[in-house]
């Protein structure tokens, strides 16, 4: 039998950043160095799950499941992996599903897709009421890894184990704003033994002594820093200031090894999260492959970009400062048959081009606008696909909850044209022939309904150079 | 585009506008009844018995004929209620025109109302289908839209900003200064070009003075056949065209649009101009009530129309061509820019300044002796609009 492993993985860190510093000028008082990532006021874990995925590049490779773990759902009662599963443009047959709750979610979705050649997702969005540890030591992010029995297996793994208890560490009751914790003592005794106990069966079970690296992942801060100390890898583990991501830690954390790895080197991925799981994984000849172009686009590339936010702004983003809204009605709630039969469009940003003449319509239509051919057209997907801004306007008329909004419209390389909204990107830097690239997105909630769609931001370095001319 | 057109087959006899204006204090029935009122009151020889069938135009004060038949308290008449965004007052009168000409009614009313400043909100407020929350127009503003034509015109003519600023800033400053002596108009005075430049933003380089304004009214219009007008007042004013098109809405979605001209308006142009014998609307035209929604919208519809050519229409505007002493008086009457644009009123408002100004009943606005004017509407915004025309006149032939 051949072990699974793990055929690409792909992180995504949000663009904007908290310093500890302003958080701690803001609330008068000690914010200490650092910082935490942010997602975006149009960001939740479903998105940020669809942005990890899609930079994949799947292509016609579709994986015949999505687990998608994380701690944060932008729905319950309805599956979030299914709009994932439409934003990648995937085929009707295949399965999706959430696994929602707590951190160690991600280690279910992980061995899920391991199990099942299929893809997991982790996303997390943390938040924690203003002035505590959870809100500065929280981050955002999300990480994807397709896993495939196949050769061409970046890493595969070689052992797993776990180690379960109940105890009460932190909880959350469903719909309370911050999650509470037991003191971290406690947890920290309750933690220890369990990590011990999963990590010496699984590092046996492996055949190895030390791991050349250690990824140690952890909602409970003094736990995560004495098994990182107790466990050392070969090499020493670099620091991320991205702060503790949920269901998505481990993903980002394992992503920011594997960018810098080298082939046959061994991985220790610990997560102490409500139990231990330890898991041993052996990187392969194939991940010297494209890795500097892995490092580019790699979890630490990233971390080392973003903008700086006030922390007003991350107030008002979280909904945790209720601002005056512009004096317009709310947008309509996007209605459930309308984005049923749209779903390639408002998800997967598919248009249709003329077998006739060649015109890109962005959205889909039936007769062509340049030679009216009827029911002549082919699905043309764009949402890969760079544009440039024709012209753009800022509205600050519109209902938007960071206003003002910026609209670009953008005529995309290699046909189709449409205004979108502008994000994650400075207006003033923006003019006539920006080069932007699409993103998906909430636009806005109303009635308990997420309006998943697409935006433009500005293309990121190096994207256009990697285009073959 | 081929139309056979109306010229001089139909003619106005009767006119009523109430004063446009946040009218807190009258519903949008009270309007009606104040529009028609004037309208038969000024008009001896017909009663609102004698009217065969209304049209009625309003985008968001109510459905169905029976917004005008129940206030009125009709004797059973046909209304037919009708709705083309921007030119919904104007689609009314069309509409109402073509039924006279037909010979199908004697006597017919064109009335149009909008009651906005019910609403609570700025600008206007329009109920959509049910879709899939995709659709730029659900998050992008009308100023935000038209505000691209102010960028892509300075690109495209290699305009400067600040003459192209100057521009926006003289077709406000025209506008209101039109409108301060217009009793009817929801705004009576002068601005200082200063100000209008240095107001808050609102979209892009629009400022608040560069947006028309929102506010209530009605107003309604008597049409009988040509040959009978005279039985009905001294001084009818006669239709000479009639041109509308709904755009196929290609712009937003073809790079080829620059978000420099607006074809319906080209096409409406065109085509009413052929319908009235027109071949020099530059000279032949002596006042163009124009869809003044933003300011960048009346300078790009004088190069649509034909009153400049492609690129110079910030220049001609600056040199004064269309104040009310230019060589076509745009907007005599203070345009949206004054008045506001109640939807359905906006397009009989737009006739009335016609009416007013053909009788020589237009006060400290009169021009000297006007003999042809247009009224246009454009509904939409750049790229994917409607568009009405119609070319009116004092006399026949």
Not at chain 1, 171 to 196: H, T
Not at chain 2, 364 to 388: I, W, Y
Request: proline share 6%; aromatic share 8%; hydrophobic share 40%.
């Amino acid at each position: 039998m051949t072990a699974a492993g793990i055929q690409s993985y792909a992180a995504y860190v949000p663009s904007f950043r908290l310093e500890h510093e302003e958080l701690g000028s803001a609330l008068t008082v000690r914010g200490g160095r650092g910082r935490r990532t942010v997602a975006s006021f149009d960001e939740d874990t479903t998105t940020m799950g669809v942005e990890a995925a899609r930079r994949l590049a799947l292509g016609s490779a579709a994986p015949p499941s999505i687990h998608f773990a994380t701690t944060a759902p932008a729905y319950v009662d309805k599956t979030n992996a299914t709009a994932i599963h439409a934003a990648l443009g995937l085929d009707h047959r295949g399965f999706a599903v959430d696994l929602a709750g707590s951190a160690r979610s991600a280690v279910g979705a992980l061995r899920a897709a391991a199990a099942g050649d299929g893809l997991a997702v982790l996303s997390d969005l943390r938040s924690g009421r203003p002035g505590s540890a959870d809100e500065r030591d929280g981050g955002d992010g999300a990480a994807a890894f397709r896993f495939g029995s196949g050769d061409g297996a970046l890493a595969v793994v070689l052992a797993e184990a776990s180690a379960t208890a109940e105890f009460l560490d932190r909880w959350r009751a469903p719909g309370e704003q911050a999650s509470r914790q037991w003191e971290e003592r406690f947890g920290l005794e309750q933690y220890l033994p369990l990590v011990q106990d999963a990590v010496a069966r699984a590092l046996a079970a492996a055949g190895v002594e030390q791991a050349d690296h250690v990824v140690v992942s952890s909602p409970h801060a003094r736990t995560a820093a004495q098994v990182a100390k107790r466990f050392p890898g070969r090499t020493p583990a670099t620091p991320l200031a991205i702060g503790y991501c949920g269901a998505a830690d481990p993903g980002l954390r394992l992503a920011a090894v594997l960018d810098r790895a080298g082939p046959g080197e061994t991985i220790l991925l610990i997560v102490a999260a409500d139990g231990a799981d330890a898991s041993v994984l052996r990187t392969t000849d194939a991940i010297a492959t494209g890795r500097g172009e892995r490092a580019r686009a790699g979890v630490e590339a990233q971390l080392a970009g973003g903008r700086a936010l006030r922390y007003a702004t991350y107030l008002t983003w979280r909904g945790l400062l209720e601002r005056e809204p512009p004096r317009r009605p709310e947008p309509d709630r996007p209605a459930a048959p309308p984005s049923a039969r749209a779903e390639a469009w408002k998800f997967a940003f598919t248009g249709s081009r003329c077998r006739a003449c060649g015109f890109v319509h962005v959205p889909p239509i039936r007769v062509c606008k340049r030679c009216r051919t009827v029911d002549e057209m082919d699905p043309i997907p764009l949402a890969a696909q760079p544009g440039t801004v024709a012209t753009f306007t800022v509205d600050r008329l519109a209902f938007s909850p960071s206003p003002p909004l910026t609209n670009v419209v953008v005529d995309f390389d290699g046909g189709g044209r449409y205004t979108l909204e502008l994000t994650d990107g400075d207006p003033s830097t923006v003019a006539i022939g920006t080069r932007v690239e699409t993103t998906f997105r909430r636009l806005y909630t109303v009635e308990g309904v997420h309006n998943y769609f697409w935006k433009a931001r500005p293309l990121a370095v190096g994207r256009d150079e990697d285009e073959e001319h | 585009m081929a139309s056979n057109g109306i010229r001089d087959r139909v003619a106005i006899v009767g006119m009523g506008c109430t004063p446009f204006g946040e009218h807190w204090g009258r519903s949008a029935d009270d309007l009606l009844v104040d529009a028609t009122q004037e309208c038969f009151a000024s008009t001896p020889g017909i009663t609102v018995e004698d009217v065969d069938a209304f049209w009625l135009g309003t985008m968001s004060s109510g459905q169905s004929g029976m917004v005008l038949s129940k206030p009125l308290s009709l004797d059973y008449k046909p209304v037919t209620r009708v709705e083309n965004f921007c030119a919904t007052g104007s689609e009314a009168f069309r509409n109402a025109c073509y039924a006279v000409a037909s010979g199908a009614y004697d006597r017919v009313m064109a009335v149009g109302v909008e009651k906005l400043k019910d609403s609570g909100y700025s600008g206007l407020v329009r109920s959509n289908v049910a879709g899939d929350g995709t659709a730029p127009e659900l998050t992008v503003t009308a100023p935000a839209a038209f505000s691209l034509l102010d960028p892509a015109y300075c690109k495209r003519y290699g305009v400067d900003p600040q003459d192209m600023r100057d521009a926006m800033t003289h077709v406000a400053w025209k506008n209101h200064r039109n409108g301060a002596l217009n009793e009817r108009a929801q705004f009576r005075k002068e601005v200082p070009k200063e100000k209008i430049a240095a107001s808050p933003l609102v979209a892009g380089r629009l400022g608040v003075f560069d947006c028309s304004g929102v506010s209530d009214g009605a107003a309604c219009a008597l049409i009988v056949r040509a040959e009978d007008a005279y039985e009905y007042t001294d001084r009818p004013i006669f239709v000479k065209a009639l041109s509308f098109v709904a755009g196929p809405a290609n712009g937003p979605m073809d790079p080829a649009y620059d978000y420099t001209s607006f074809e319906e308006v080209v096409r409406t142009a065109k085509d009413a101009y052929a319908q009235a014998g027109i071949t020099d609307p530059r000279t032949q035209i002596d006042l163009a009530e124009v869809h003044d929604c933003f300011t960048p919208t009346e300078i790009v519809l004088m190069e649509d129309m034909g009153f400049s050519e492609r690129g110079q229409a910030w220049r001609d505007v600056l040199d004064g061509a269309f104040d009310l002493d230019g060589r076509i008086a745009v907007n005599a009457d203070g345009g949206l820019k004054s008045f506001g644009h109640p939807v359905g009123a906006s397009g009989l408002r737009m006739l009335f300044e016609c009416w007013q100004q053909f009788r020589g009943e237009a006060g400290e606005r009169q021009l000297a002796d006007p003999k042809l004017g247009m009224t246009h509407n454009l509904g939409g915004r750049p790229g994917t609009c409607v568009s009405f025309i119609s070319i009116v006149g004092k006399e026949q032939g």
